[in-house]
């Protein structure tokens, strides 16, 4: 079992709903990823694609599973000021158990439970939201040579 099946396995057992990812890529890699919102995939599918397409990478669609994602390309100019003031303006908190990923490009993704979601969308050039209608890539993935990481 590769890597990536075998993440891609893992997060489903836990609730999350899988896409597949074109390798070193962050485009989907299924005819339309719109009704895995609703409908997540299930292990046997998810075995019987990462068996034709082993490299792809892997997301997730946060809102799936009551789950808000914020996505803070803190490595562009600005962006740490930008998520600095996007949590202060909201009721967010980051403590020692938030979930947090860092991006293939050292950006970060902190993972917040949220009932009922919000939608997905850019706050400004530096900082988007990802739940509902939006997915995040996720460990162990691989853009442009460098890996996701929890």
Partial sequence: MTKMLEAALAYCRAGHSVV??????KRPNVPSWEPLQTVALTEDQIRSHWAAF????????????????????????GGDEA?????????????????????ANGGVHYFFHYPGGVGSGPIDKTVDIKSNGGLIIVWPSVIEGKQYKW
Avoid at 58 to 75: E, F, M, N
Avoid at 83 to 99: G, K, S, V
């Fill in 54 to 77: 082993p490299n792809d990478n892997i997301a997730i669609i946060p809102g799936y599973k009551d789950l808000l994602c914020v996505d803070g390309d803190t490595h562009k100019v």
């Fill in 83 to 103: 998520l600095y003031a996007f949590f202060w303006d909201t009721d967010l908190r980051i403590d020692e158990n938030t979930p947090v990923a860092i991006s």
């Fill in 20 to 25: 597949p990812m074109r390798p070193d890529a």
